[in-house]
């Protein structure tokens, strides 16, 4: 009885035990007082139809049962799937994400490198304005510089001369020499 295929019981023996067990005659207390081991069998007999009809309600479920995690095999494949693509967008977004910042901070670094140059030429703007009137001044300083350097010749001949007649001659020695000259 332990290894009874209970799973599988035939139609027909299931028909004939049916029968057999709705006969009047058939009783569980005139098994038992027959025998008592009779008796055991016939519970055991019992149990294993109750078994069979709750089969009959049982196996449609569990073959449903079989279906559906089948099914359920096949959705969690392509949820891994998903979960796999998703994963593969989620890095892609996050590499996209870290360019974007490395791209915002050069922006920033660039835009700091441009005001910084704007205030550059403002300043270098200023300084060529102020150097504008220079310019002026220094043109006119060429101008004047060049027209006494003309005249340098002939002031450093009269400067001689003055330095000569004044210088370490004296008055008597002058005379004299003047006379000599002419």
């Known amino acids: 009885m332990i290894g009874y295929d209970k799973d599988n019981i035939d139609e027909k023996i299931v028909r004939k035990v049916n029968s057999m067990l709705a006969n009047p005659n058939f009783s569980e207390a005139d098994i038992k007082n027959?025998?008592?081991a009779l008796?055991?069998?016939?519970?055991?007999v019992q149990a294993m139809m109750i078994y069979h009809d709750l089969?009959?309600?049982v196996n449609p479920k569990r073959a449903k049962v079989a279906e559906m995690n089948e099914k359920l095999g096949v959705v969690r494949a392509r949820l891994e799937e998903k979960r796999k693509k998703l994963r593969e967008v989620e890095e892609m977004m996050a590499e996209l994400q870290a360019q974007y910042e490395e791209k915002l901070e050069n922006e920033r670094q660039l835009v700091a490198k441009i005001d910084d140059s704007n205030k550059k030429l403002v300043r270098a703007g200023k300084i060529i304005g102020g150097l504008s009137e220079e310019k002026i001044r220094w043109t006119e300083t060429v101008g004047r510089l060049e027209r006494e350097g003309s005249l340098l010749i002939g002031d450093c001949l009269v400067a001689a001369g003055m330095i000569?007649?004044?210088g370490p001659f004296t008055a008597k020695y002058r005379t004299e020499l003047e006379a000599e000259w002419y």
């Open 164 to 166: 000569a007649y004044s």
């Open 55 to 57: 089969l009959k309600v």
């Open 39 to 44: 008796g055991g069998i016939m519970k055991w």
């Open 34 to 36: 027959s025998s008592e």
